[in-house]
């Protein structure tokens, strides 16, 4: 079983930080790549950050250069730096994984920033 569970959501002003992490159940190696995804109220999900088997890391443009997406192989945890938060960065982050073929997400931690 493929079991992703994400955690560091929380309530901040803009222009604040939040750490969100990703801890897999199997090595990250195994996975094909590795994503987080955002959904805000009445918005579809869409993709933030992902970061590649081979450690290629890609942005969705709103926010490229104030987060950043990195893993630690050895404690099988995918995270997500925020910086700069903004009021439109709210929503429930989710963390994807790909394996075998097939995807696996977590259950969402909520983000609020306030303005």
């Known amino acids: 079983q493929v079991q992703l569970v994400e955690s560091g959501g929380g309530l901040v002003q803009a222009g604040g930080s939040l750490r969100l992490s990703c801890a897999a159940a199997?090595?990250?190696?195994?996975?094909?790549?590795m994503d987080w995804y955002r959904q805000a109220p009445g918005a579809q999900r869409e993709l933030v950050a992902t970061?590649?088997?081979?450690?290629?890391?890609d942005y969705a443009g709103s926010v490229k250069g104030r987060f950043t997406i990195s893993r630690d192989i050895a404690e099988n945890t995918v995270y997500l730096q925020m910086n700069s938060l903004k009021p439109e960065d709210t929503g429930v982050y989710y963390c994807?994984?790909?394996?075998?073929?097939?995807?696996?997400w977590g259950q969402g931690t909520q983000v609020t920033v306030s303005s």
């Open positions: 970061i590649s088997r081979g450690g290629n890391t």
């Open positions: 994807r994984g790909n394996y075998a073929g097939a995807d696996y």
């Open positions: 199997r090595r990250i190696f195994s996975f094909n790549a």
